[in-house]
């Protein structure tokens, strides 16, 4: 195994998902918030699950998304 090419691979995947992530939540409380749906003052629990069938691994993590 390359460590470099394993770290690197891994970090893109996170970074990735960090950034389009991030968009598709805020997205999703605009139009929320747009459609009167929410107030935009609330806190939602929140999963991220990351699977890697070749690896057998399926793991989550859990958090909130505070609003305000």
């Known amino acids: 195994m390359n460590e470099d ?3 690197l ?4 995947l ?4 960090g950034v389009n992530g991030q968009r598709e939540i805020e997205h999703a409380v605009a139009r929320a918030i ?6 935009g003052t609330e ?3 929140a999963k ?3 699977e890697i069938a070749g690896l057998k691994l399926c793991t989550e993590f859990k958090g909130e998304i505070a609003l305000q």
């Open 48 to 50: 991220i699950t990351i």
């Open 5 to 7: 090419t394993f770290n």
């Open 9 to 12: 691979s891994v970090r893109k």
């Open 34 to 39: 747009a459609s009167g749906a929410i107030s």
């Open 14 to 17: 996170l970074k990735s998902f």
């Open 43 to 45: 806190a939602f629990p």
